[in-house]
């Protein structure tokens, strides 16, 4: 998956490395298997106003997506059939969860993944377990209780632990569509996180060991979630981290129902 900011108004036109075969005039395309290679994706950006910008984003040599089928008829994400193709992914592969299926995947273990997108009326279960991001979350779910699901389980956790200076996450404006147990920011080249749509849902803890946190502008959100037995809440942020941005704080409160004195 290729990203880049929004700039209002603007068109975006991408172009792959030399063999690559890859154009595309999305915003945040996700690159075909067939033209998945290593070397630099340029998007050229042209404003309202004429202006243009070249960003260029640099593809690592074995990125691979892999898109679930749920053909095996389990929810196994190690079940290989349950993929498009084989060997199983790995820490380099992007993962696309397509909509459709009657079958979604829950994690059995902790994994580690290039990028992944889930697709509208999909969902993508931790398990309990934590997927370690090495890129980039586009998670297109338009319905509540589809997209990332944590399933009532603090354990359930993402990790950004990518060696870009940037990684980021893309939500749709619909609640209770990306529900987090623990979220880790520990990006090992101090780069920046950033939450570009929402709501993303933390139950339990964030963590900022190395790099930034950042919360764009609406409808991109962040929301530490407060229940009647438990509320999320963040660790001791390191000197070297920042978080900026708005971040909303639930807290519960038990009501009563107190007859007259």
């Known amino acids: 998956s290729l990203t ?21 005039t999305s915003q945040n395309p996700t690159v075909p298997a067939a033209n998945a290679i290593a070397g ?5 950006v042209t404003a309202a106003s004429g202006c243009t910008s070249i960003i260029d984003v640099t593809a690592p040599s074995n990125v691979i997506t892999y898109t679930w089928s749920g053909a095996a008829g389990t929810t196994n994400p190690t079940t ?10 790995t820490s380099t592969s992007n993962l696309v969860i397509p909509t ?12 580690s993944v290039w990028g992944l997108t889930v697709a509208s009326g999909a969902s993508f279960s931790l398990g309990g377990f934590t997927l370690s991001m090495g890129c980039n979350i586009i998670n297109n779910a338009s319905t509540g209780g589809t997209g990332i699901l944590y399933g009532s389980n ?12 940037a990684q980021s996450y893309t939500g749709t404006n619909t609640a209770n569509t990306a529900q987090l147990g623990t979220m880790t920011v520990n990006n090992s080249a101090a780069g920046t996180v950033t939450i570009k749509g929402g ?23 962040l929301t530490l979630k407060s229940t009647a037995t438990q509320t999320a809440n963040v660790g001791i942020v390191p000197p070297a981290c920042t978080i900026s941005g708005n971040v909303s704080v639930e807290r519960f409160i038990q009501g009563s129902n107190s007859g007259p004195v």
């Open 199 to 221: 709501p993303l849902d933390i139950y339990s803890l964030l963590t900022m060991t190395k790099g930034n946190l950042t919360v764009g502008s609406s409808p991109a959100a």
């Open 100 to 111: 459709g299926l009657s079958k979604y995947p829950v994690l059995t273990a902790n994994e």
């Open 4 to 24: 880049v900011n929004t700039v209002a108004g603007a068109t975006y036109s991408w172009v792959g490395p030399a063999g690559s075969g890859f154009t595309s």
């Open 40 to 44: 630099i994706y340029e998007c050229t």
């Open 80 to 89: 290989a059939g349950n993929w498009d193709k084989l060997p199983l992914f």
């Open 154 to 165: 603090n354990a359930s956790a993402i990790t950004w632990n990518g060696t870009l200076a």
